[in-house]
């Protein structure tokens, strides 16, 4: 089985997750990975808590990140979930050519939904030439989030050590969208069957995504939290949350819905195909991942 790509239902919807490619985060261009992902965890906790997770913490020196962008075949409409992070790395930029594999050129992509403006999510918006990947697309951001950056917000906002890059990015794969974008501005129906769900905190308009089909839910999180242990402490947030104090409320909200409403649930950055259920357990959460690839 390919391990960039995995078809699988919602109702009666296709569905397809697909790789990006995947990034090392490592000093020096990023923090180590356990300041990184949980900056205000307690130290002793979250000692204790990796090596449940069967991470040595005094070796853990980087980590690799996939990306997983979302095809949906939504009855009339092909959506895409995120365009990846394009030119980010060598690592990354897979996805065109991963969609290719399957037989969907970029002309067949209709609506391309993207969750948030972070470099790995809007990074494949246009191409090496800075043409549109997507030709036949309309686009569809949360209005807060295009307009933080595409306004003085992130350059007055977002810390040094990310501003120079992420605006870098924004500027590039923002701008070529105008003409064919579509704002939301509250939780709407998006293409019959995709709804936007609300989830700031880790950029100024987050959006999640829930996909209903014939009784069955997907909720696309994206970055509503990046780890596992993120779901098992709520309040443990990255370095490159924007706003802990929402990151805690919105990711309380999704791991709640999605528990009770026993929905699958795609995180962008777990590993490949990051597909799983959440299970309430005591005060947090759990994960449980499918069994795609054994
Ligand atoms: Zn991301």
């Given at each position: 089985m390919s391990i960039e790509r995995y078809r699988f239902k919602v109702g009666?919807?296709?569905?397809?997750?697909?790789?990006?490619?995947?990034?090392?985060?490592?000093?020096?261009?990023?923090?180590?990975?356990?300041p990184?992902?949980?900056?205000?965890?307690?130290?002793?906790?979250?000692?204790?808590?990796?090596?449940?997770?069967?991470?040595?913490?005094?070796?853990?020196?980087?980590?690799?990140?996939?990306?997983?962008c979302l095809v949906i075949n939504a009855d009339k409409h092909r959506v895409l979930v995120d365009t990846g992070a394009g030119s980010l790395a060598p690592t990354t930029g897979r996805l065109t050519s991963n969609l290719k594999a399957e037989g969907i050129a970029p002309e067949d992509i209709d609506t391309v939904i993207l969750t948030h403006g972070h470099p790995d999510h809007i990074g494949g918006n246009v191409d090496r030439e800075g043409k549109l990947a997507f030709p036949k697309a309309r686009f569809v951001m949360w209005k807060d989030e295009w307009d933080f950056w595409t306004s003085e917000q992130a350059e007055q906002r977002l810390d040094e050590h990310v501003r120079a890059r992420q605006i870098a990015f924004a500027r590039k794969n923002l701008p070529?969208?105008?003409?064919?974008?579509?704002?939301?501005?509250?939780?709407?129906?998006?293409?019959?069957?995709?709804?936007?769900?609300?989830?700031?905190?880790?950029?100024?308009g987050h959006m999640a995504l829930a996909i209903s089909s014939a009784g069955e839910q997907l909720l696309c999180i994206a970055d509503a939290w990046l780890h596992p242990i993120h779901m098992e402490h709520p309040d443990w947030c990255a370095a490159r949350d924007f706003a802990p104090q929402q990151v805690v409320t919105t990711r309380r909200r999704l791991l709640n819905r999605a528990a009770v409403e026993k929905a699958l649930v795609l995180a962008f950055h777990f590993p490949f195909p990051g597909l799983g259920h959440v299970i309430q357990k005591g005060e947090g959460w759990q994960w449980q991942p499918i069994e795609a690839i054994g």
């Amino acid at each position: 089985m390919s391990i960039e790509r995995y078809r699988f239902k919602v109702g009666t919807f296709e569905c397809m997750a697909v790789s990006d490619g995947t990034l090392t985060y490592r000093p020096p261009m990023f923090p180590p990975p356990a300041p990184f992902l949980f900056s205000n965890a307690p130290k002793e906790r979250l000692v204790q808590k990796l090596r449940e997770h069967n991470i040595q913490p005094e070796q853990w020196a980087e980590w690799i990140s996939p990306y997983i962008c979302l095809v949906i075949n939504a009855d009339k409409h092909r959506v895409l979930v995120d365009t990846g992070a394009g030119s980010l790395a060598p690592t990354t930029g897979r996805l065109t050519s991963n969609l290719k594999a399957e037989g969907i050129a970029p002309e067949d992509i209709d609506t391309v939904i993207l969750t948030h403006g972070h470099p790995d999510h809007i990074g494949g918006n246009v191409d090496r030439e800075g043409k549109l990947a997507f030709p036949k697309a309309r686009f569809v951001m949360w209005k807060d989030e295009w307009d933080f950056w595409t306004s003085e917000q992130a350059e007055q906002r977002l810390d040094e050590h990310v501003r120079a890059r992420q605006i870098a990015f924004a500027r590039k794969n923002l701008p070529p969208i105008q003409d064919r974008l579509d704002l939301v501005d509250h939780e709407t129906e998006i293409v019959p069957g995709i709804r936007a769900v609300a989830a700031p905190g880790h950029t100024p308009g987050h959006m999640a995504l829930a996909i209903s089909s014939a009784g069955e839910q997907l909720l696309c999180i994206a970055d509503a939290w990046l780890h596992p242990i993120h779901m098992e402490h709520p309040d443990w947030c990255a370095a490159r949350d924007f706003a802990p104090q929402q990151v805690v409320t919105t990711r309380r909200r999704l791991l709640n819905r999605a528990a009770v409403e026993k929905a699958l649930v795609l995180a962008f950055h777990f590993p490949f195909p990051g597909l799983g259920h959440v299970i309430q357990k005591g005060e947090g959460w759990q994960w449980q991942p499918i069994e795609a690839i054994g």
